[in-house]
């Protein structure tokens, strides 16, 4: 219990310091924390002997500020080294506390998911954090209602994150989980954008509406000749997780998946895979006619209902084909971003790979809503062009034949950095879900 104490004033001396310099979210965020190391639960003492380290720091980087101020100012500052060393000494003991043999045993619940969770909850954080940073604007909902209350948004969102890693880790809960949250992902998206434009002007981001059809994150720059931030941050996503964009991040794709699921139907065997690269020609239609319009110098109202259009057609792709078929036929035969997120992710190291224990019992194929596991792809060891890495074979192959793959690691590794990585890149795109 000693331990135990010592860790909680260490944290309640941090968020005192956060209080005094009026960040009231950072105060929540540490309070939070504090609270955590309650749990037993080794994810929290690896998030507290981290957390509390680079605490560590901060009061010895304040400390030799304020020593010299006083030094410089001709002040007495002995008292002051006393006091601010015993601090740090305090803080630095608590963070070590943490992966010591007495607070190994402490934080012992749930030790194989330690590390897992850890990092789930640190990057989620990170990403967030840097996302406030640098975007000139409030760009979380507590920034925006309760200005400075940001880091107490991310400590939720981060616990949430690591919520989900516990429930995701076993392929079975994933394969559950994955619909659930693509779906809550996309409400939010959406709820937002209906609040906004209701006239609660806080949900939208930059008050410049655009259409949320997933074509126009390429048409849309292409026609105003700027604004590359959605470019980017699909580029960015799809090097860090590969296809996944489209079975875990994509604001449309979960209502393909969604009405793909409608009266449990399975997969068509009778979907033409030709169709697939038919995407190719829908994005150089696209975009040929984006760069058409802002030539012939369209307004502005004829392109956006012209891609409302476009995004109608999908809609009625997903209502008619992928109900009726059982697999997501908007996403593998009609987005022009899906063919992208394909090809593109050939870039990323991720891979899913069949291995030569494999039985060709053919239950993952079954499984498979992007048609990405026909005979012939089984057959080579290796999914289709269409895959996106959504996971929902793994939990059907007994023999655990089917998995994923990063260079030089196991297969059983790759899935968890895998995990930390989509996870963490779902907390972040529910914190910024604004058009």
Same mark, same amino acid.
């Given at each position: 219990m000693t331990g135990l104490f010592l860790l909680s004033i260490a944290y309640l001396l941090l968020a005192a310091h956060a209080v005094r310099g009026g960040d009231g979210g950072l105060a929540v965020f540490l309070i939070g924390s504090a609270g955590l190391a309650f749990s037993r639960e080794r994810w929290a003492g690896n998030i507290a002997g981290i957390l509390l380290g680079c605490g560590s720091l901060l009061w010895l980087d304040k400390g030799s500020a304020l020593i010299n101020?006083?030094?410089? %100012? !001709?002040?007495?500052?002995?008292?002051?080294?006393?006091?601010? *060393?015993?601090?740090? &000494?305090?803080?630095?003991?608590?963070? /070590?506390?943490?992966?010591?043999? %007495? !607070?190994?045993?402490?934080?012992?619940?749930?030790?194989?998911? *330690?590390?897992?969770? &850890?990092?789930?909850?640190?990057?989620? /954080?990170?990403?967030?954090e840097i996302t406030r940073s640098k975007v000139p604007f409030p760009i979380l909902l507590a920034d925006r209602f309760f200005p400075g209350w940001g880091r107490a948004e991310i400590f939720l969102l981060a616990l949430y994150a690591t919520w989900l890693g516990g429930r995701m880790l076993s392929p079975e809960g994933a394969k559950t989980m994955r619909p659930r949250i693509w779906a809550l992902f996309s409400l939010v998206f959406f709820g937002q954008l209906a609040l906004g434009l209701a006239g609660i002007e806080q949900c939208l981001m930059s008050g410049k509406l655009h259409l949320p059809v997933p074509a126009l994150i390429a048409a849309g720059p292409v026609f105003r000749g700027s604004g590359f931030f959605m470019p980017i941050l699909f580029t960015v996503s799809v090097l860090l997780v590969g296809p996944a964009w489209c079975s875990h991040l994509c604001y449309i794709g979960a209502w393909d998946d969604l009405c793909s699921r409608i009266g449990n139907l399975k997969p068509s065997n009778n979907f033409n895979s030709r169709l697939i690269w038919m995407r190719l020609a829908l994005l150089t239609l696209v975009l040929v006619a984006a760069w058409g319009m802002r030539a012939a110098g369209v307004s502005?109202?004829?392109?956006?209902?012209?891609?409302?259009?476009?995004?109608?057609?999908?809609?009625?792709?997903?209502?008619?084909?992928?109900?009726?078929?059982?697999?997501?036929?908007?996403?593998?035969?009609?987005?022009?971003?899906?063919?992208?997120?394909?090809?593109?992710?050939?870039?990323?190291?991720?891979?899913?790979?069949?291995?030569?224990d494999c039985c060709k019992c053919m239950k993952c194929s079954r499984t498979c809503r992007y048609n990405a596991l026909r005979p012939a792809d089984i057959e080579s060891g290796s999914p289709g062009i269409s895959c996106t890495l959504c996971g929902d074979c793994v939990s059907s192959c007994a023999s655990a034949s089917i998995g994923y793959r990063l260079p030089f690691m196991a297969p059983e590794m790759s899935r968890k950095i895998f995990l930390v990585l989509v996870i963490s890149l779902h907390a972040l795109f529910l914190g910024v879900a604004r058009i």
């Open positions: 101020l006083r030094i410089n %100012a !001709g002040a007495d500052w002995i008292r002051l080294a006393l006091i601010m *060393g015993a601090v740090f &000494a305090l803080t630095i003991f608590s963070a /070590a506390y943490c992966f010591s043999p %007495a !607070g190994r045993e402490r934080f012992k619940r749930g030790r194989e998911q *330690g590390w897992f969770k &850890a990092s789930i909850f640190l990057l989620t /954080a990170i990403l967030l502005a109202v004829i392109a956006v209902w012209s891609a409302a259009l476009f995004g109608m057609l999908g809609i009625m792709i997903m209502l008619w084909f992928s109900r009726r078929m059982g697999m997501m036929v908007h996403c593998t035969a009609f987005c022009p971003m899906g063919i992208v997120s394909n090809l593109l992710g050939r870039i990323s190291p991720w891979r899913m790979k069949i291995s030569a």
